[in-house]
């Protein structure tokens, strides 16, 4: 073969990439012949192959060592501790999330949204929900060689969904040899069971390797009821049973005989049975108390369990010194586990009393109930299966001196999703099992009449009056009554991504200061995806969530060109002074096309001082759930401004009056109880859908940044980074809170006609859709510092210090006015001023000891009444606006893992993530999480060991 003289000095390279680069690019050939080729090296974020492009742009290398001395066993818990990374879109901490994407988890890097952040696998797109959602749990840990984290705008490179940055996952190969490793751990509250077993065995030869990794990786739920803040109820430990749902497990029901039931009456009474009374008794009732009420976290899951089993397999051959075949298979499979209380069940809502002619019936008249479905909880099986080949031939040609790498690629990824849910019960059973029943001559409840009875195979008497734990006829204990009002619900859901891709890349001439490289490439990629409901969820007869199909598809096709210009180079106060320029032209089949460009600059002063700058376009094509998703419900939480405890209520004005609201409305929520506190959930499911008619997302992306490595400190690298996003035509669901605001403080009446009110005023039903109507803005720094020590006789010190401040976090909003104001969100949970990681690994012959701090600012959120008004930031103002405030202070987490390497090549790891047990604060406004607690802070102390075998 025929090499060419390295180009760049490992002195102008940070030590840290340096060490990085070498192993992991040097092909097979290149090793056997002592030769490392290092300017013809592929990074994330260019086309162009060479060993300065790395430092271009603000790129973080995890390498598989550094990934081994963490506590964690998946790729999402690592991408999601880096200091750039946000909230998750969907925490294993949000019980309560529904749809197609929930079971997944993602990264969010700038919390710019996880459909913003690319994910790709060496180079290649993962596959995606129809959301556009990309799942990293399809990815085994024990398959990843390193993860490059490109923290910048890549559309002109990429194309959609690079707007905040691209995680490029890039899996072993060239594996020679074998390697199994156990992992095993657990809470020291002993729950959180994790177990991971891997094995991975490689072989090369002359022209070629295989490697094959298979993992199994298990992790147990935790239980809401098992956790300090999650155990009493929503306000965690201030929650008292006042503040638990009336819609309680021990049932109860209006009496039409003494009171007004009707749903809008304010002098209802729910009774409920006595201890050891007669539920045909009407004298055996006492009113409901909140002794009584219902704690629904008692039944829910904390963290949702998790299970993945995958399979990877690499190949290489070299048909040729210049031309070779890589080819990717993986096959996965992942199931989560989630639960929530059962469900709250109001008659009124359904229209499905408890009849006359019931033989449970305590007054002969039709009766309104509620009744927490607590003997049935709502489970939720979330099952995918993922299939996913990636062939490459590439090689490289000399024509007039210069070198040409090209390669020809393919992509085929199927997702297949099945999701069961159980504890929704069938309203079509539902209104049987309430419907006319008797006692037959067996003294059994028996459907129908005596005259006309219902075979007791075909229908089973419900009774909503026998409390929880009573036992009698109708009562929901009974596994046969169960089995006929509780079906199991299974939606199905597929996606399939197909891409052809072909690059070229060389230098076209050589001018004084280097080669000019370029780089070109086509490619065409088709994605389809359909996510299909059970045909209850469709129907809406069912106490689920009411769902309409999603099913459409797209293809596109595209064409970039990107050239590296070096302008100056050797000379004094410019070793380097480098312009990197790329466009990509994009044509979608369903909204057209668009250009989106990055300009790129690189100045070397001095060989240890290295000045960067890009400037990028980018965009976010509408996704087949933003232009083809069917409607679905959902119970929202929001503010009704003509409600009179609103804050800028317009209670009484025109508009209020005009639909019926009374001028001394309270605004009620679930159980149509006033609301004790806003914004308030909704006691009546919204309906929300797509907008065929969406255009792309844009955005404008900004950095500049400093790569020092003093020469008089060997081992110590400095990088700093600003950066600055604006994203404009954001694909945002309309909102509740705005349709409101429109129709009754601003008078717009075309907004009105959306919304319909019960008699009592409360909004019973709305509808929305998404639309183009975000915008955001946000910056910040990245400071890294990474020093090797010298060897000491005490052993080798490394340190890596990352730390991310974000300095603006502003999305667009509406004032009390209803003009368009940009709100700043800084300090939120999870929009963190200040996130910083300082590691220090200390290695001692055999022996190795890493310890980690991450740090977290503190949190901002409304003032939350409790009883009490809690608020210690009481007059702050915001856009001229009162804005009271609770504020908590900073959290750190301490993680720790001792090694040692032992005489038979084995390494047995034994570490702690959250070792001194840090609880993080109490947050009501905390988002990835259906708790008092925000999602992404550690829930206790993990314990774990780890141990690997190489052979």
């Known amino acids: 073969m025929n090499f060419r003289t390295p180009a760049v000095r490992l002195g102008l390279l940070p030590a840290g990439i340096a060490l990085a680069l070498v192993p992991s690019f040097a092909s097979a050939q290149e090793a056997a012949s002592g030769t490392t080729d290092l300017d013809r090296i592929s990074v994330t974020g260019s086309r162009i192959r060479g060993a300065n492009m790395e430092t271009q742009q603000p790129i973080l290398t995890m390498t598989r060592e550094s990934l081994e001395k963490q506590g964690f066993s998946s790729v999402a818990d690592v991408l999601n501790n880096l200091t750039s990374a946000g909230s998750p879109a969907i925490s294993r901490s949000e019980s309560l999330a529904s749809g197609e994407n929930v079971g997944g988890y993602y990264v969010d890097i700038r919390n710019l949204g996880a459909e913003r952040t690319l994910v790709l696998m060496n180079g290649k797109r993962l596959g995606a929900t129809t959301a556009g959602l990309q799942d990293l749990s399809q990815i085994p840990m024990s398959a990843v060689e390193r993860i490059e984290i490109l923290k910048d705008g890549a559309s002109s490179i990429y194309g959609s969904d690079a707007i905040a940055g691209v995680v490029n996952v890039i899996t072993r190969k060239n594996f020679d040899g074998g390697e199994a490793q156990v992992y095993v751990g657990q809470y020291d509250n002993g729950d959180g069971d994790t177990q991971q077993y891997s094995m991975t065995l490689g072989a090369t030869g002359e022209r070629g390797s295989l490697t094959l990794s298979a993992e199994y990786n298990k992790q147990d739920p935790v239980w809401a009821k098992d956790r300090w803040y999650s155990r009493d109820g929503g ?33 209802a009474v729910w009774q409920t049975l006595n201890q050891g009374g007669n539920p045909n008794n009407p004298a055996d009732y006492h009113e409901l108390t909140p002794a009584e009420y219902a704690n629904s976290n008692q039944q829910m899951t904390l963290l949702t369990g998790v299970e993945r089993k995958s399979l990877y397999v690499n190949g290489t051959y070299d048909f040729t010194d210049t031309i070779s075949l890589n080819t990717d298979v993986l096959y996965n499979e992942r199931k989560t586990f989630q639960q929530i209380a059962g469900y709250p069940y109001q008659s009124s809502s359904f229209g499905t009393p408890l009849t006359a002619a019931s033989a449970f019936n305590p007054v002969g008249q039709n009766v309104d109930f509620r009744r927490r479905l607590w003997e049935v909880p709502r489970t939720t099986d979330s099952q995918l299966k993922t299939l996913r080949f990636a062939p490459t031939v590439s090689g490289y040609f000399e024509l007039a001196g210069k070198t040409f790498d090209w390669d020809v690629g393919a992509l085929w990824n199927r997702n297949e999703s099945v999701k069961s849910n159980y504890g929704d019960m069938s309203l079509i059973a539902a209104e049987q099992a309430l419907g006319p029943s008797f006692i037959n001559g067996q003294g059994i409840a028996q459907c129908g009449t005596a005259a006309n009875p219902v075979a007791l195979g075909d229908c089973r008497p419900w009774n909503p009056l026998l409390p929880y734990g009573v036992a009698g006829q109708g009562s929901l204990a009974d596994p046969e009554l169960q089995s006929f009002l509780f079906p199991t619900y299974t939606t199905r859901g597929e996606t399939k991504t197909t891409s052809f891709t072909a690059n070229l890349a060389g230098s076209i001439v050589t001018l004084p200061a280097g080669d000019l490289g370029f780089a070109v490439g086509v490619e065409h990629r088709k994605e389809e995806g359909s996510y299909v409901p059970d045909a209850f969820a469709q129907s809406g007869m069912s106490t689920g969530l009411g769902q309409k199909p999603t099913q459409g598809e797209y293809d596109l096709n595209e064409v970039y060109l990107e050239l590296n210009v070096p302008i100056l ?74 409600g009179t405890t609103a804050p800028g209520s317009v209670a009484g004005n025109a508009a209020c009056s005009a639909a019926g609201v009374p001028a001394d409305y309270v605004q009620l929520g679930q159980g149509n109880r006033p609301c004790s506190t806003l914004p308030c959930q909704s006691g009546d499911q919204f309906i929300s859908g797509a907008n065929p008619n969406l255009s792309p997302e844009t955005s404008k992306s900004k950095t500049m940044g400093l790569v020092w490595s003093p020469r008089w400190v060997q081992g110590l690298d400095v990088s700093l980074d600003w950066y600055r996003y604006e994203i404009s035509n954001m694909i945002i669901a309309d909102s509740v809170d705005r349709i409101l605001r429109d129709c009754y403080v601003l008078g717009n009446s075309g907004r009105c006609d959306s919304i319909v009110r019960a008699d009592d005023g409360h909004v019973s039903a709305i509808t929305y859709g998404t639309a183009n109507l975000g915008m955001m803005e946000t910056e910040g720094y990245d400071l890294g510092i990474k020093y090797r020590l010298p060897e000491l006789a005490i052993g080798q010190f490394n340190i890596d210090w990352q730390t991310s401040y974000t300095s603006k976090y502003d999305e667009q909003g509406q004032n009390a006015a209803g003009d368009n104001i940009m709100i700043g969100r800084v300090g939120e949970a999870g929009l963190f001023r200040v996130r910083s990681n300082l590691g220090v690994n200390w ?64 390494t047995i790891a034994l570490g702690a993530n959250n070792v001194f047990d840090h609880k993080g604060p109490l947050m009501y406004s905390a988002p990835n999480s259906s708790f008092a607690y925000y999602g992404g802070f550690d829930i206790g102390r993990f314990l774990y060991m780890k141990y690997t075998q190489k052979f």
């Open 843 to 906: 290695q001692y012959g055999d022996f190795g000891v890493n310890y980690t701090a991450r740090y977290y600012s503190g949190m901002k959120e409304g003032c939350i009444d409790t009883g009490e008004f809690w608020c210690n930031a009481p007059d702050h103002m915001a856009n001229g606006e009162a804005d009271p405030l609770r504020k908590t202070g900073s959290n750190t987490f301490h993680d720790l893992q001792v090694s040692w390497k032992a005489p038979w090549d084995a």
């Open 235 to 267: 306000l965690g430990p201030l929650s008292t049973p006042e503040d638990w749902s009336p819609i309680s497990q021990n049932g109860s029901w209006c009496n039409p005989l003494v009171y007004d039931c009707s749903r809008t009456s304010k002098t």
């Open 569 to 642: 180079a050797d000379m004094a106060f410019a070793k380097e002074l480098t312009l990197n320029v790329a466009s990509r032209y994009s044509d979608y089949s369903n909204f057209g096309g668009t250009t989106n460009s990055k300009f790129g600059l690189t100045w070397r002063p001095m060989d240890e001082l290295l000045v960067r700058g890009t400037y990028a376009e980018g965009f976010r094509a509408p996704t087949i759930s933003d232009l083809y998703g069917g409607l679905s419900s959902s119970f929202e939480s929001y503010i009704d401004p003509c």
